[in-house]
Each structure stands twice: as structure tokens, then as C-alpha cells.
């Protein structure tokens, strides 16, 4: 292939993990594209699993699914909301997918009579996943999962490295993102570590260009100084990330610090200076603390770590902004609901999300939340799971009291929900689940096409279990009927509930759709409907 040579940027970490170096990614893109330059991005992850769908959200927080399907990192979700791209499979690279490749080509022969090694062939089969993701993009941005010096890093942190060499020195900058802990005794932010930090980063043959230091309170001059002393990274490519009052505010303050110029001068990229207006307002609104408030329960079984639905949560927060309202959110432990407590546990909320989930722990408390909202005529939205348990707590409602999903109880009497055809067998394994972007045929006078103003949509999907169609002539009976369709009508996408304010669940996930300036119409019907 000719085309353009693509321009790498690659950003690791240092002394800790989980600091924002995905945020400090995505808004590097951000700042990028609103320079005018095309801009892809790729999230290199160091775990074994062959992709992040069979890992625990619960630890590693929600599973990104992107269009094509590909199950991926939470950090794909801030990629796509921060520089508003859809990206494929390609921008997601996980060591297990990389050993699996390297491995199916030796027992293929591709390798016949070598040696397979780490490096060069685990090495080179991530250098071919990058460059073939940066093909026809002026710049290429790929973020190393972890902290540099992790054991389980090294083959990315060495692949990057050959990469640049290949590469050249124009066409290649390094981006370390490292963390300033604030002592209290002697009130100041401490560099040593980030010190440590740029010298495991260079003991391994990478000097960086930028260095991005974070904190809890902003550094002063003399910390830039002593860092830029100690790192060899000039003053003006030191900037400082003081924390945010929210994510969005992180490009503004990475731009106003100069991050745009230093790597568009580093890389020799002819570009606009960025224009960051609309992005201004998607902040001014997230900060808008005068703005009335909406409460929705998210009731969920995952409370243990915010991550687990990010792309709910900041679906759900753009909505209000696009409605001047701020979306306060109540975790509700769906194992708290019972018929007992669920008057007094969904009191004060405003509406109720039931988000996606897997597995039967804390079902039951879903079905009777949404038996709640349903008697109560509160307003209700229910995204994939959220879908399942809404059918079953209608059916229960009208008296098919054993409806369930096969996934809770296999030998249901009146499965409501159960597993397509080509699932069966197929339930506990990964990859095996109905994946990425599939079209609805939205129903005409439902609520749904009062929502989106249109017939159709695609939406992201991920799930095995479907709503069974022997049982869809008594959904009227039950109080809900079909707003969405596959085009080729065999699967229910979308259910309402005719005479109540707002009931709207998908089988998709819509989440992933949105984006801060640009709410997805199922997140935005459903804040307005609480105003
Ligand atoms: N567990 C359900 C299924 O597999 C719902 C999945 C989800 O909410 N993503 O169909």
C-alpha cells in the first residue's frame, strides 16, 4: 500500500495505574481532530483473555462493545464519545488475541524451522496491528494498557519502540503520563516517582516527549522545572493535569496547556489551531450546578465499581445536558429489592433505569422494580436486560406468575425469554453471543418512534437470550406490545407499555451510541419525560 506515512503517537504510563491516561488519550484525539487532522486510536491491552468480554466487570469495568462487534475496553467508550468516531475491532488489541494469532501461525507452519520468540514475532504481529489501524490516518494515536516496567507489558512497550525506529524520529512521539503524589506533611507534590517512572520508560529505549503530570491540586512552576530537569522532557512538553471537576473539562485544560502545538510541532503535522467551542459548551452545561435536578435509580447488581456502566452513566448525564437538567444518579442494589423494601428503596427517584447484566443474582429485585414502575407509572427504561426482566414483570403481572428467562431457571415453565435457536449449548462460552451493530424496524405509533422521530435505527447488541416469540400474541394481555423489530420481524428489539407516561426498554444497548453533545434519542425521551 502507498498512502500517506501516518503520524504515531503512543501513550504509556507511570508510577500508577488507572490516573486517566485513557482520558489523557481520548482528549489528545479530541484536541487533534479539532486541529483538523484525521485521527484514529488504539487500545493495546496486556491480559491474556483473547478479548475483555469474559473479564469480571465488576473488577475491570464495562465491556465496550464496538460496531463490528468486538468486545472491548471501557477506554474504547471515552475514545468514542471524546473525539465522536465509531471505531472496529482493529482498535482493540489484547495479548491473548496477539498469543493466539502467533500461536495458530506456528502450529500452521508459518514459522517452520524457527525459533518463535516474543521478539520478533509476538513483537511484530503487534507492530502489524498498529500500522494497519493508522492506514490512511494522519495520526495514529495507540495507548499502552498498565504502567510501563508491568511484566506483562513489555512485549508492547518493546513493540512501540521498534515501531518508532521504523518509523523515524518525525513520525513518532511519546506521550508518558505519570502521577504526582501530594505529600501532607510538607504540603507539596512529589516528582521522585515520576522521576523513577521516565527511567523505567527509558530503560526499556524510549525517551519521552511529553510528559503528562497528574495531580490532586495544580503544580507550580518549580515542580514543572524539577521535572523537566530530572526527565530531560523540555518545560513547554511538561503539562500538568491537575484533577477535573468532570473528564470532559481534560481536553480544555490539555489544549489551554499547550499538549495541541507541542505535538503537532513534534510531528510536523501542518493543522488549524484547534476549535474547541462546542466541546466549551458540553462543559459549561456539565458544570452547570444551577441547573434543576432529576433523580433516577439505576438498579443494578455491579455497584461495587462505578466503571461498570460507564457508557449508561454518561449517556444518561449528556441527556440532561441537552435538557438543562443534571442527572443525579441512586445505585440501587438490585439484592435490596424485594416486595417488601421496594417502595421504600425506589423513593424520591424520578424514573428508573435497569441497565444490562448477565447471570441470576439480583434478577429478581429487577422484575419487581419493574412491576413498580409499571403499577406506578414511573417512567421506565430498560437496556437489554433491562428489556428481559420488563417482559417478565408484565407477564408475572398478568398472571403467568413461573414466566422467567432460561438463564435464571433452564427448566422454566413459560420461558419468556430464552436462547435463539443457534445459541443453544453455546450459554457459558465466550464470543458466542449476538455482537455489534444490528438494525431495528421501529413500530409506528409507539413510543419508540415518538422517540427517535424515525423508523429505523441501529443500535449495538450483546446478548444471547431474546424475547420468546410463542408468547408475543399476550404482550397486549400484559400490558406492553412490540416497538421494535429485526427487519426481518423474528426478534423483538424494543418494547412499550401503551397508557403509561414513559416505558421504553431495547434489547440493544443504546449507551454506546451516544455521545456528550450529541445524546442518543433513547436516553434524551426518557430525561425529558422526568422534567
Ligand atoms: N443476560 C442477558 C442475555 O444474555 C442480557 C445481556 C445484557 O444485558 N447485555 O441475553
Not at 507489558?153 to 513493540?159: D, K, Q, T
Amino acid at each position: 500500500m502507498s498512502g500517506k506515512q501516518p503520524k504515531y503517537i503512543f501513550v504509556t504510563g507511570g508510577v500508577l495505574s488507572g490516573v486517566g491516561k485513557g482520558i489523557t488519550a481520548a482528549s489528545i484525539g479530541n484536541i487533534l481532530k479539532a486541529r483538523g487532522l484525521s485521527v484514529n486510536i488504539q487500545k493495546c491491552d496486556p491480559y491474556l483473555n483473547v478479548d475483555a468480554g469474559t473479564l469480571n466487570p465488576g473488577e475491570h469495568g464495562e465491556c465496550f462493545v464496538t460496531v463490528d462487534g468486538a468486545e472491548t475496553d471501557l477506554d474504547l467508550g471515552h475514545y468514542e464519545r471524546f473525539m465522536d468516531i465509531e471505531l472496529k475491532q482493529s482498535s482493540a488489541v489484547i495479548s491473548g488475541s496477539v498469543m493466539s494469532e502467533v500461536i495458530a501461525d506456528e502450529r500452521a507452519g508459518k514459522y517452520l524451522g524457527k525459533t518463535v520468540q516474543i521478539i520478533p514475532h509476538v513483537t511484530n504481529v503487534i507492530i502489524e496491528r498498529i500500522k494497519k489501524a493508522a492506514e490512511g490516518f494522519d495520526v495514529h494515536i495507540v495507548e499502552i494498557g498498565g504502567t510501563v516496567g508491568d511484566y506483562e507489558g513489555l512485549s508492547f512497550v518493546e513493540a512501540i519502540r521498534e515501531l518508532s525506529v521504523q518509523v523515524g524520529r518525525d513520525n513518532a512521539a511519546f506521550v508518558h503520563v505519570v502521577y504526582l503524589p501530594f505529600l501532607g506533611a510538607s504540603k507539596e507534590l512529589k516528582t521522585k516517582p515520576a522521576q523513577n517512572a521516565v527511567r523505567d520508560l527509558r530503560g526499556l529505549g524510549i525517551v519521552p516527549d511529553v510528559l503528562v503530570a497528574r495531580s490532586e491540586e495544580d503544580a507550580e512552576s518549580d515542580v514543572v522545572e524539577k521535572l523537566s530537569l530530572f526527565s530531560g522532557v523540555p518545560k513547554e512538553a511538561v503539562i500538568t493535569l491537575p484533577n477535573a471537576e468532570t473528564i470532559y473539562e481534560v481536553p480544555l485544560t490539555l489544549q489551554r496547556r499547550g499538549i495541541g502545538q507541542v505535538l503537532a510541532d513534534r510531528l510536523n503535522v501542518a493543522s488549524s489551531t484547534a476549535d474547541l467551542k462546542d466541546w466549551e459548551k458540553i462543559v459549561q452545561k456539565a458544570k452547570d450546578t444551577n441547573a434543576p435536578t432529576v433523580n433516577v435509580g439505576v438498579v443494578a447488581k455491579y455497584l461495587n465499581n462505578e466503571d461498570t456502566y460507564m457508557s449508561v452513566f454518561e449517556a444518561l448525564m449528556s441527556a440532561g445536558w441537552a435538557n438543562d437538567v443534571q442527572v443525579n444518579l441512586e445505585w440501587i442494589d438490585a439484592e435490596e429489592i424485594s416486595q417488601d423494601t421496594v417502595a421504600e428503596k425506589l423513593k424520591g427517584v424520578d424514573g428508573i433505569v435497569v441497565p444490562g447484566g448477565f447471570g441470576e443474582r439480583g434478577v429478581e429485585g429487577m422484575i419487581i422494580a419493574a412491576t413498580y414502575a409499571m403499577r406506578e407509572k414511573i417512567p421506565y427504561l430498560g437496556i437489554c436486560l433491562g428489556l428481559q426482566v420488563a417482559v417478565i414483570a408484565a407477564a408475572r403481572g398478568a398472571g403467568v406468575v413461573a414466566a422467567n428467562s432460561t438463564e435464571f431457571d433452564v427448566g422454566t415453565k413459560e420461558p419468556v425469554i430464552s436462547t435463539m435457536e443457534d445459541q443453544k449449548g453455546k450459554e457459558a462460552t465466550g464470543g458466542t453471543m449476538r455482537l455489534g451493530d444490528y438494525e431495528t424496524i421501529i413500530q409506528k405509533d409507539t413510543l419508540a418512534e415518538k422517540v427517535y422521530g424515525a423508523n429505523s435505527v441501529f443500535e449495538r447488541h450483546r446478548h444471547r437470550y431474546e424475547c420468546n416469540n410463542d408468547y408475543r400474541d399476550q404482550y397486549e394481555s400484559w400490558g406492553i406490545r412490540i416497538a421494535g423489530l429485526s427487519p426481518d420481524g423474528n426478534l423483538v428489539e424494543m418494547i412499550d407499555a401503551p397508557g403509561h407516561p414513559f416505558f421504553l426498554a431495547a434489547q440493544s444497548h443504546p449507551e454506546f451510541d451516544s455521545r456528550p453533545g450529541k445524546p442518543w434519542p433513547f436516553f434524551n425521551g426518557f430525561i425529558a419525560s422526568l422534567k
